[in-house]
């Protein structure tokens, strides 16, 4: 069974810096690309960036240039995503995804709260 | 980058009747290996999006044939033949041809 499992909800401060884990069973890790989604509260689906786990290879929209960081490591068969300088616009529930979006981990909350 | 338009952002349904959402995308969707990436997701409240048709037309196993997706080029519809009331939520159609990947903006179905 594919599963995607993310890291439990995190609380931070305008300014500061959060990083999800998304650990996936179930298939060849390194057979897909892992992408990253936000969906801010009320709102909809918005694409982040991707990793390709078999390289390491990322991109990243122009939107997060330069906050996001997207990571895999195949020795766990998990995904990072890493969100520096953290405002008040980037608390959302924040998706992995497996290529293809077949399969969804369960998201994870962010809320940015002084 | 590519714009994905989806109208219209909500839909009151009866019961049994058909509902159709519309896809408009800036620019044409054949990747350079000839496949037309389009996909469409449904999600319900509290849930994260599922998958239901990919590639165009093509449904995931287990979504029920009431589903179903056509369209080329920039301008593609998910058409449900009955909706139930399962079917409620909102509907995005997602393109994975051209980088960066994007969603439209969503359409919310309701029934009367």
């Known amino acids: 069974e594919v599963q995607l499992v993310q890291s439990g909800a995190e609380v931070k401060k305008p300014g500061g810096t959060v990083k999800i884990s998304c650990k996936v069973s179930g298939y060849t890790f390194t057979g897909y690309f892992i992408y990253w989604v936000k969906q801010a509260p009320g709102k909809g689906l918005e694409w982040m960036g991707l990793?390709?786990?078999?390289?390491?290879?990322?991109i990243y929209t122009e939107k997060f240039q330069g906050r996001l960081t997207i990571a895999a490591d195949t020795s766990t068969d998990t995904a990072y995503m890493e969100l520096t300088s953290l405002r008040s616009e980037d608390t959302a529930l924040y998706y992995c995804?497996?290529?293809?979006?077949?399969?969804w981990g369960q998201g994870t909350l962010v809320t940015v709260s002084s | 980058d590519l714009v994905l338009t989806q109208t219209p952002l909500s839909s009151l349904v009866t019961l049994g009747q058909p509902a159709s959402i519309s896809c408009n995308s800036s620019q044409g969707l054949v990747h350079r290996d000839g496949t037309t990436y389009l996909s469409w997701l449904h999600q319900r409240p509290g849930q994260p999006p599922r998958l239901i048709i990919y590639?165009?037309?093509n449904r995931l196993s287990g979504v029920p044939e009431r589903f179903s997706g056509s369209g080329a080029g920039t301008d593609f519809t998910l058409k449900i033949s009955r909706v139930e009331p399962e079917d409620v939520g909102v509907y995005y159609c997602?393109?994975?041809?051209?980088?960066?990947?994007?969603f439209g903006q969503g359409t919310k179905l309701e029934i009367k």
């Open positions: 990793v390709d786990p078999e390289d390491g290879e990322t």
């Open positions: 997602m393109q994975v041809t051209q980088l960066p990947y994007s």
């Open positions: 995804v497996k290529g293809g979006a077949d399969y």
């Open positions: 590639k165009i037309s």
